[in-house]
């Protein structure tokens, strides 16, 4: 079709989703319309047809806005998508129309039609069709493949689905590492939609660049009062063991905790003072870093209000080892590494004693500002729903009964969404609001348009599609860092095959701490309900209370926040009789023993725990939805599986010598090479054709081999530091359990 009309669509053109689902590109991307035209049926409407008029043939023609094809003659319902399927092999045949030669009522293009046909910038939004009546208070009727009335992905216009037609997409991924096709068995009890304030991108680009100037702070306070940098990872832990406690409002910030001073960022503060103890391989290194240590324990002590007799011994410590060191020049690293625990031994009490108020202060400090934050951005996103004259709405009716589980609901409707820009870059997608872009692997992008399909009832024509997929992209990199591979071990997760045996062998269906972008199953738990529960999140796990299922756990490597993981897994065991199972990867850290691991251990409800060797195993890389190579890392970490089961769960999914055998085989490096993410198994994906489309999270291309920071009382790997799995991908073989939130 003519270019004046509307400009060739090119690869890297950024194409405007607007809140009305009209799509612009640059300026208008839609055809003009100088001449009066006559009304199409509603279907073609709806199909995004519109009638237009070409200057350049002095004719009338058709454009359809989501898929940017253009034709001469009126469209036919029920003809084929010529872009998927181009010889309309599986549509409808379509007697008597067009040209002599072409079926399916289609005829050959001109040349100009052909320069207007849509690139890959092209955003295609699929016809959802739902018989049912659904709000956002109906937690019991969830979009899914097996909805009545509801048609999965592959639906076209005017056409039945047929099983085994080819879904119409715009990019089908050539290795997929999710099954999205795998139906739940965990059944809790209906609930009410949740208070949380709807995503807004406004609001959280303003919640993104606090908690970017909270981080700057913290990094501030560090260096001014200790002198040293910010633990790595340290603020990301903090997050995770403050949400534990809190009870404030926001779905990031803490706001409301008891006690307002941090264990986890006290204890890691801590541990570097007066230096960072790193890892040694050679004999030079450890001389240095005890004549350092020395040194700086001397200056500190000189520095501060410490006590006379704190003041006496750390001097005569510190000049000691210095003297010592002096004049031996003979002694080995193993005799080095001895002195230093040594000499930790006798000067760290006395240097925690004089540094504790000051770290104290710093933990204060980050938390009242933390407080201060979440209070400006809840008056502004208040003030932004009560511009769009959203208020409080009455309490829904719940009634007492078991369902299978459903993602979470918001009760407030979700306000007027902005636009936001999409364009790809190769395999990237490229999201743009106000300037701050995020970015998605298309692969993963498809995944997540999938899941809204399936979760989201609240938006049937894709209208606020892109502004969530931001707002979803956004809030998990703000939570991880800007460093390099920062927090990426929050996101790492478990290998596809890994998940294919303990769903077949163990008939989990659902992970306990997982997000929409790490996901392996369409049923999981997540930090943020607000902006993941359109693409299926059921939740945070520790407010989500299961009667029954078989259920995967890899927390993030947060020592407060598994030791609440199991005070929960403990509290849900006991109340039910239902069949109950939960299978827990955690790392092995016995050096000190952590809380966490010696509770499950010794737990009244362990069936079966084996140990799997450090670098034996592997992760998937936590940065899997923005990087191209290197998806998996070795382990640098024994780790420990832990089967915790009531005795129905034990009967239904006992972890016999077999079932044990295959899931350490599944769990080996073997046939995998890190850096090649090559899944096991091809799935028929039977909704996954790759549309536009996380536990507890982009744009780097690729992520380094993890390595584990230091122990907080020894030299040894620490569980504050240690990079962390989730959950991760690839298909399986069917299953046909009952809809997702049918009354039991």
């Avoid at 939004?125 to 009546?133: A, L, M």
């Avoid at 996103?381 to 009716?397: F, G, R, S, V, Y």
């Avoid at 990867?585 to 799997?612: C, G, I, K, Y």
Wanted: charged share 25%; proline share 9%; with cysteine.
């Amino acid at each position: 079709m003519s270019s004046e009309n509307h400009g060739t669509v090119k690869g890297d053109t950024a194409l405007v989703m607007s809140p009305t689902g009209s799509a612009t590109q640059g300026s208008p991307v839609s055809p003009s319309t100088s001449k009066p035209m006559p009304e199409l049926p509603d279907e073609l409407v709806q199909a995004g047809w519109s009638k237009c008029w070409s200057k350049r043939e002095n004719r009338p023609y058709w454009f359809n806005r989501f898929t940017n094809q253009s034709m001469w003659e009126m469209p036919i319902l029920g003809q084929h998508d010529v872009i998927s399927d181009p010889l309309g092999l599986n549509a409808a045949s379509v007697e008597g129309a067009g040209d002599a030669g072409v079926g399916n009522g289609q005829r050959k293009r001109l040349l100009s039609e052909e320069a207007a046909q849509g690139g890959l910038n092209s955003f295609k939004r699929p016809k959802i069709e739902i018989g049912i009546p659904v709000t956002p208070t109906t937690p019991t009727v969830p979009i899914s493949p097996i909805t009545p009335r509801a048609k999965p992905w592959n639906s076209t216009t005017g056409t039945e689905d047929k099983p085994g037609q080819p879904a119409s997409a715009l990019y089908r991924p050539t290795i997929i590492y999710w099954d999205l096709d795998i139906q739940t068995n965990a059944v809790i009890r209906e609930r009410a939609p949740a208070n949380h304030l709807p995503p807004h991108p406004e609001i959280e680009l303003q919640r993104a660049q606090l908690t970017t100037k909270l981080r700057q702070h913290y990094q501030e306070l560090c260096y001014q009062r200790e002198g040293i940098e910010p633990p790595r990872e340290s603020f990301n832990r903090w997050l995770l063991e403050r949400k534990v406690l809190d009870k404030g409002p926001d779905p990031l910030l803490p706001s409301d905790c008891d006690p307002i001073i941090s264990r986890s960022m006290f204890r890691e503060v801590m541990n570097d003072i007066p230096i960072r103890l790193s890892r040694i391989k050679y004999k030079e290194e450890a001389r240095k870093l005890l004549f350092k240590y020395a040194e700086a324990a001397k200056k500190m002590i000189d520095s501060r209000n410490a006590t006379p007799d704190s003041r006496k011994v750390v001097k005569w410590n510190a000049e000691d080892t210095m003297n010592w060191l002096r004049r031996d020049h003979s002694a080995s690293k193993e005799d080095y590494m001895d002195r230093l625990e040594h000499l930790r031994k006798q000067c760290g009490p006395h240097v925690t004693a004089v540094a504790k108020d000051s770290v104290e202060g710093i933990c204060t400090k980050i938390y009242h500002i933390s407080v201060e934050y979440v209070r400006r951005i809840r008056q502004a996103h208040q003030t932004l729903l009560k511009d769009c004259n959203i208020t409080d709405p009455e309490a829904a009716e719940v009634q007492d009964r078991l369902v299978y589980c459903y993602p979470i609901r918001l009760a407030l409707p979700s306000p007027n969404q902005p636009r936001i820009e999409l364009h790809f870059e190769n395999d990237i997608s490229c999201l743009r609001y106000k300037g701050e872009m995020v970015k998605v692997n298309r692969g993963y992008f498809a995944k997540l348009e999938l899941l809204y399909r399936y979760s989201c009832i609240d938006d049937p024509r894709f209208e606020k599609f892109l502004s969530r997929i931001w707002c979803l992209i956004k809030r998990y990199q703000v939570m991880f860092g800007a460093g390099v591979n920062e927090g990426m071990g929050l996101q790492g997760a478990l290998p596809v095959p890994v998940f294919e045996v303990l769903n077949k062998q163990f008939g989990v269906s659902f992970e306990c701490f997982a997000s929409p972008l790490n996901s392996y199953f369409k049923q999981f738990c997540s930090a943020f309900p607000d902006t993941d529960g359109f693409f299926g999140s059921r939740g945070p796990f520790l407010n989500f209370s299961p009667a029954s299922g078989s259920f995967e756990a890899n927390p993030p490597f947060c020592e407060e926040l598994m030791d609440a993981m199991v005070t929960h897994f403990e509290e849900l065991l006991e109340k039910s009789s239902e069949p109950l199972s939960f299978i827990i990867f955690v790392p092995e850290w016995r050096d000190p023993l952590t809380p966490a691991l010696n509770r499950m251990e010794t737990s009244a409800f362990l069936r079966h725990h084996m140990s799997v060797p450090a670098f034996e195993h592997e992760y998937r890389s936590g940065s899997q939805h923005i990087c191209k190579k290197e998806m998996y890392y070795k382990a640098v970490h024994g780790t420990v599986i832990i089967f915790l089961q009531n005795d129905s769960g034990f009967t239904k999914w006992e972890p016999t010598p077999e079932r044990i055998q295959e899931l350490l085989a599944a769990y080996q490096v073997s046939q995998r090479t890190l850096g090649s993410p090559v899944p096991s198994s091809t799935s028929s994906a039977p909704t996954m054709p790759s549309p536009a489309s996380a536990e507890l999270s982009g744009s780097k291309d690729s992520t380094a081999a993890k390595t584990a920071p230091e122990r907080s009382a020894s030299l040894d790997t620490s569980p504050a530091s240690q990079e962390n799995s989730s959950s991760s991908c690839s298909p399986l073989e069917n299953t046909t359990p009952p809809s997702e939130a049918a009354s039991l």
